[in-house]
């Protein structure tokens, strides 16, 4: 649904109503929205409130809509709106004052443009923002910064959401934030808290509380009526979960689900998602790879209107987007989030590890080993004891944590803290010494990892002082909370995650259904901040508050495995596939060499040709090669389309 408007700061702009759609108008702005806003029917609140000198205009969308007449009576809806609100507008006449909201987890996106003392454009739609900064004149330039964060391998997951966007001049309004617009300038905050809630004490009691607020949450997003309903099913624990309450909650709906057929040993999950399948009585689907991945890099683009923050050429979403919307579903459902919600308890090793808390610290590790997500790199580890599997496990860890304070510790602290860690584990010169050589091999082989960043180093060093993550928005709603709540903030209000959070909006407004993610609610995620992690760690698979809650509901089979596919081979021959079908467009007079380094770029192509090495170990060259082609696609249609003009 299209929600746009202008508001003039002191500019002379001439005000144009949209050919369609209705407005609320008068001589200082226009706030627009869709002709048929009343047939509309949202699982999320969407708001749009005039407060003028003579009179107040508010249109509400969606279910169980609020009383609303005043700012106040805005301010206070906001506060306990929860997750429930997509995006909100309100104008103040008198103060002159706009101010615009997103929703807390960023779902839905809330474009704006501000030109101080002269304008203000906002829209949830980036290519109308787009038309009406040039029908405007307003230059818009592409934002080195961003391409910046882009361009490098993790740094979209390591930083705060920021609202930048891929145009130096467009923003994109905070989730959980209230942005108020005066002519004299901008100011965000929050416009909730969130609350841990007493603790139940027990497993079963977090998990029958996370049953009944995931099944909530499911519940809240689905469709009125009977229409057909998607689902994505890839075997996992949040995914399988989300699609068998759909099932439980909308019997009568036709229920499909979509599983990617990865087509790879390590990286398919198709028993998994045809178990879960069978025992709901889906229609499945499984999508198979397209070998038009350029194509598909290109559509995306253009829908989208900027580069899509994808791992991996997008074909098999493309394949579930397009299925979807033949079908007929109105709304797609995913099990985005869950990891970053849920919280597995492994973090808790290291809280351990820097509390020095060996005795339990040993304790975890060892339950830990049964479910050890490397013990396939071990070819006899199944013909191993268990105090042999153990000792891998403990030096695995150990090694992980003591290697990086060999260069950042002094070595008074070092030699205490290796005392310490000896008094409680064997520590295994043999298993340290041959990391260390195999780590040194690898570099004299020229099996080193590509670069975390494929950037030119003009290009970086004039982009250094912008190129600064905070972690603002996460400090900024987690509030008053402990520290100790930082990196579960972190994890989902990272610019990633937020930044695919709104991809899958604007996709399912292209598709013609509602893209629903719903382990991205306020009350769950408080609910699983208050579990201990000790609880979650559990037995030492993980999760334990979640296993607990599907007990009876999913197959024993999905509810207890403990391991997660990997990419696999097949994403490393798409890769290379769509490298080749983008030669012609990667000619030198591409612009995305203003920002990358040709040279290391056809290193990482060399990399990722070999084939002698472990599949993960190519993740970073899968990453920069899909990376460069989305950037150069951009640039191409930004020309074509003369955005820039």
């Not at 506060?79 to 839905?108: A, Q």
């Not at 579903?329 to 020095?356: A, H, M, P, W």
């Not at 334990?544 to 999913?554: D, P, Q, S, V, Y």
């Amino acid at each position: 649904m299209l929600i746009q408007g202008v508001i003039l700061l002191g500019a002379t702009f001439q005000l144009q109503k949209s050919e369609s759609g209705q407005s609320i108008s008068w001589n200082k702005g226009i706030l627009e929205y869709p002709s048929d806003f009343n047939q509309h029917s949202f699982s999320e609140t969407t708001i749009l409130g005039f407060e003028g000198y003579h009179q107040n205009d508010v249109k509400i969308w969606g279910l169980n809509t609020p009383f609303l007449t005043s700012f106040f009576d805005f301010k206070a809806y906001l506060k306990s709106s929860g997750s429930k609100l997509g995006v909100g507008v309100w104008y103040e006449e008198d103060e002159r004052r706009l101010h615009l909201v997103r929703n807390l987890f960023g779902t839905h996106p809330l474009y704006y443009l501000f030109l101080p003392g002269q304008l203000c454009l906002f829209s949830t739609n980036l290519h109308a923002l787009l038309k009406s900064a040039k029908s405007k004149g307003i230059s818009l330039t592409p934002s080195e910064s961003r391409l910046h964060a882009f361009l490098t391998f993790g740094r979209d997951q390591s930083v705060d959401y920021n609202g930048e966007t891929f145009y130096k001049e467009i923003k994109c309004v905070l989730p959980g934030h209230i942005l108020s617009v005066t002519p004299q300038g901008c100011s965000s905050a929050p416009y909730t808290r969130f609350l841990i809630p007493q603790s139940v004490d027990t497993l079963p009691g977090y998990a029958e509380q996370f049953r009944i607020l995931l099944e909530n949450a499911v519940r809240n997003s689905l469709p009125s009526g009977t229409a057909p309903i998607g689902s994505h099913l890839s075997g996992g624990l949040d995914s399988s979960s989300v699609s068998t309450f759909t099932k439980i909650l909308a019997p009568e709906n036709p229920l499909y689900t979509f599983y990617y057929d990865t087509q790879g040993a390590g990286s398919d999950d198709r028993s998994y998602a045809l178990e879960v399948a069978r025992n709901i009585k889906s229609d499945h689907r499984e999508i198979m790879i397209s070998d038009d991945s350029l194509s598909t890099v290109a559509l995306h683009t253009r829908v989208l209107g900027y580069p899509q923050a994808a791992f991996v050429a997008p074909t098999f979403y493309d394949g579930v987007l397009k299925l979807a919307s033949q079908l007929g579903c109105q709304t797609l459902l995913n099990g985005n989030g869950g990891d970053s919600i849920v919280g597995s308890g492994f973090e808790y090793l290291t809280v351990l590890f820097k509390e020095r808390k060996w005795g339990l610290l040993k304790e975890l590790l060892s339950k830990r080993t049964q479910y050890y997500s490397k013990a396939y790199q071990h070819k006899n580890w199944k013909q191993l004891s268990f105090e042999q599997q153990n000792n891998i496990v403990e030096q695995n860890f150990l090694y992980r944590r003591l290697s990086p304070s060999l260069r950042t510790m002094r070595l008074r602290e070092l030699s205490t803290l290796y005392r310490e860690v000896s008094a409680h584990f064997h520590l295994s010169p043999v298993y340290f010494a041959t990391h260390a050589f195999n780590s040194f091999l690898k570099k004299f082989n020229g099996d080193t990892l590509p670069p975390i960043t494929l950037l030119r180093q003009d290009f970086m060093e004039s982009t250094s002082n912008t190129e600064v993550g905070t972690n603002e928005l996460s400090t900024s709603l987690r509030g008053e909370l402990p520290a100790t709540f930082r990196q579960s903030f972190e994890e989902i209000f990272n610019q990633h995650f937020v930044c695919q959070n709104e991809s899958r909006f604007i996709f399912g407004r292209y598709y013609g259904f509602e893209n629903r993610s719903p382990f991205l609610d306020k009350s769950l995620f408080e609910l699983c901040m208050s579990v201990p992690e000790v609880v979650k760690f559990g037995d030492g698979s993980g999760r334990m508050h979640f296993r607990e809650a599907m007990k009876g509901i999913l197959p024993e089979k999905v509810r207890l495995r403990s391991q997660k596919a990997l990419i696999g081979q097949r994403g490393k021959n798409a890769t290379l596939q769509l490298y080749v079908q983008a030669k012609e467009m990667l000619c030198d007079t591409n612009e995305v060499w203003r920002y990358i380094d040709r040279r290391k770029f056809d290193d990482t192509i060399k990399f990722l040709q070999t084939d002698h090495l472990p599949v993960e170990n190519y993740n970073r060259s899968l990453f920069h090669v899909t990376r460069t082609v989305s950037v150069a696609a951009w640039l191409e249609w930004l020309k074509s389309e003369k955005i820039l003009q």
